[in-house]
């Protein structure tokens, strides 16, 4: 086995197995049931036994062996100062697709850092290209069972993705799928659809060959690529039109058909911007399969006006008043426009404020919420009507952080804009809860050490 760093805990979790046996930050892991950790996959893995035990070296070079016996899979409560326990592995492709390669100068090095690491694939979620995994990767999958796998695909077609991720070796990696089928490893895909590059024949070409990958490969979702408006010396790309989505969707809703009628299972999804794009209804939640890919924009607005309705029916509704308003990115906004105006039927007194937040910063193309900026959103409700909050969608902000993109924190959104800032989770209960100032808001002070954040 390859050297490992070291693995120092950064943080031990009160009332856990960890405090109990009194190990503490600044404690170096050094070995699993007499096994040197290579990494965080390691460390799942042989901490879910009943029975382990542990070497733990001291700041003071003391070691302890510690012997801990536990229900299966429980944790034992320490995290380490590198989450991956290993080094983050960077992606070596030029994709023409790529977001990071269309991001202005100046803003945080963790921002240009292009991940294409397999084992954020299993912990996070995060799709892989498969061209920067080695034999070693692919065993350690198997023996482990990673899954799912979620996997950037993008075309089928051999030689076209050589092209398309500018790696001579990506048309060769496909074959590592096979591998993962017949390991029996559960896969999500996705492609960035690119206008005139893997659409149309291209598209139709690519889902025919990754329907094959069921019932390991659970779902393929179709995504319309990002451009922002710096890509000078980058390949050229246009945007898709409502009759371009209409005939994604036909397309996709065709092979939808057909993978149910054998498989019992859609199988191939669009995303919601296609739906928005075309003017089309969001198909109903059962065309979802479960909702497997949420978090790639699969039926979360389908998901949220479901969930709203039902909130909404749920209630009486009274006399309440006060004034409210939202922010959002100008694909959302007509969806939280309906929702405001259904909200509003049972309590008339409330009034909504929803505004559509144009992104300047990256480009008028980009309309998710999840690019928006706080030097845009300063910009554009600056002498609004704000009532007696703002809200905005937790996707909005940096995970776990009270940051936008352009390292604006919210506080200084607050103390700029006068107004309370509540930051809405992502169900149709918390968004009517907040609309209706039923929850409580969290205090964001203002400070100028944004680097704190990294």
Avoid at 146 to 158: A, D, G, L, R, Y
Avoid at 167 to 185: H, M, P, S, T
């Amino acid at each position: 086995m390859r050297k490992t760093g070291k693995h120092i805990v950064s943080k031990v979790l009160p009332g856990s197995i960890a405090e109990e046996l009194e190990i503490e930050p600044g404690d170096e892991l050094v070995s699993v049931s007499g096994k040197e950790i290579e990494d965080i996959l390691d460390y799942h893995y042989l901490m879910n036994d009943e029975y382990v035990e542990l070497l733990i070296r001291k700041p003071n070079g003391e070691e302890w062996e510690l012997e801990i016996e536990k229900e299966y899979e429980d944790d034992i409560g320490i995290e380490f100062e590198n989450g991956l326990m290993d080094n983050y592995r960077s992606c070596h492709n030029k994709c023409i697709f790529c977001f990071i390669d269309q991001m202005p100068k100046g803003m945080r090095d963790t921002l240009y850092f292009k991940d294409d690491d397999s084992r954020l694939s299993f912990l996070q979620g995060n799709y892989v290209t498969l061209t920067n995994m080695s034999d070693h990767d692919i065993d350690r999958i198997v023996y482990y069972h990673m899954e799912p796998m979620n996997i950037s695909f993008q075309t089928m077609n051999p030689d076209l993705r050589c092209k398309m991720l500018h790696n001579r070796f990506a048309g060769e990696a496909l074959k590592k799928v096979d591998r993962f089928y017949e390991a029996g490893i559960h896969m999500n895909g996705q492609i960035v659809l690119c206008k005139g590059v893997n659409d149309g024949a291209e598209l139709d070409f690519s889902i025919r060959e990754l329907i094959k990958y069921l019932p390991y490969l659970q779902s393929v979702s179709v995504v319309p690529v990002g451009l922002s408006k710096y890509r000078d010396g980058l390949f050229p790309l246009e945007p898709f039109e409502k009759e371009d989505a209409k005939k994604v969707l036909d397309l996709i809703h065709g092979w939808q058909k057909k993978a149910y009628q054998e498989y019992g299972i859609h199988f191939v999804h669009a995303s919601d911007e296609w739906y928005i794009l075309a003017e089309q209804p969001f198909p109903p939640a059962e065309q979802y399969d479960g909702y497997l890919q949420l978090e790639n924009g699969v039926g979360m607005m389908r998901l949220l006006l479901d969930e709203v309705k039902e909130e909404i029916e749920n209630r009486t509704g009274d006399d309440r008043k006060h004034t409210v308003s939202l922010a959002t990115g100008l694909l959302a906004a007509p969806v939280i426009q309906q929702i405001a105006d259904q909200l509003c039927e049972k309590y008339p007194n409330v009034t909504i404020h929803i505004y559509p937040i144009v992104n300047e910063f990256f480009g008028e193309k980009i309309t998710v919420s999840g690019l928006l900026t706080g030097q845009d959103l300063k910009k554009q409700l600056t002498g609004k009507e704000l009532g007696k909050q703002l809200l905005l969608p937790c996707n909005i902000l940096r995970t776990g952080y009270d940051v936008f993109l352009d390292d604006v924190t919210v506080g200084e959104l607050e103390k700029s804009l006068q107004v309370n800032i509540n930051i809405v989770k992502s169900s149709g209960r918390a968004l009517i809860e907040a609309l209706l100032l039923e929850t409580e808001t969290i205090e964001h002070s203002y400070t100028d050490e944004v680097n704190k954040y990294e």
